[in-house]
T-cell receptor, first 115, second 110 residues
């Protein structure tokens, strides 16, 4: 069964450093999402992406965050200058069409630790 | 913005007991989805409810969507240790963006 993959599984970085989290969505999917989950808390929406543009973004997704689809398969989340509070699990998800009855498939997540 | 509230936050049950988690939205939902997250894992899609008053069953799991499409529940009959995890409801905001509840963490004592 096709699945969303994410790399790395764990990223440790120093505060102020840039990190890039990578995702490979399911190949025929067109809508892509990033979520984050701070340890012990709920899953929070960050951003959705379609047709090489951001569709929606939350208040969390400030100027420190950016997303990109650099080629036909990867979908990346960049944090320019990491803060301690950016430590969390980051989940990528994708759907076929982004419609109301579409299932979101989540990747296994990247655990980001900011020291 | 839309808020999705979920209770209880934690539920400890003896194996064989039933379990229910409830979800309420501040606005009418177009649909509601339920996810299960095992400890250390990622959210896995369980089901989606779309119609007012809809009830769906998956083996021991029963999902309901309220008549007003503002609330939903997940009921597990006769829990097993494999049911351990956090159950999230999620309402759709727009273009598929999901707003998750805080989740109910279920622990099952054998």
């Amino acid at each position: 069964e096709p699945e969303v993959t994410q790399t790395p599984s764990h990223q440790v970085t120093q505060m102020g450093q840039e990190v890039i989290l990578r995702c490979v969505p399911i190949s025929n999917h067109l809508y892509f999402y990033w979520y984050r989950q701070i340890l012990g808390q709920k899953v929070e929406f960050l951003v959705s992406f379609y047709n090489n543009e951001i569709s929606e973004k939350s208040e969390i997704f400030d100027d420190q965050f950016s997303v990109e689809r650099p080629d036909g398969s990867n979908f990346t989340l960049k944090i320019r200058s990491t803060k301690l509070e950016d430590s969390a699990m980051y989940f990528c998800a994708s759907t076929v069409s982004g419609g109301a009855e579409d299932t979101q498939y989540f990747g296994p997540g990247t655990r980001l630790t900011v020291l | 913005g839309q808020q999705v509230m979920q209770i209880p936050q934690y539920q400890h049950v003896q194996e064989g007991e039933d379990f229910t988690t409830y979800c309420n939205s501040s606005t009418t939902l177009s649909n509601i989805q339920w996810y299960k997250q095992r400890p250390g894992g990622h959210p896995v899609f369980l089901i989606q409810l779309v119609k007012s008053g809809e009830v769906k069953k998956q083996k021991r799991l029963t999902f309901q969507f309220g008549e007003a499409k503002k609330n939903s529940s997940l009921h597990i009959t006769a829990t097993q240790t494999t049911d351990v995890g956090t159950y999230f409801c999620a309402g759709e905001e727009s273009q598929g963006n999901l707003i998750f509840g805080k989740g109910t963490k279920l622990s099952v004592k054998p």
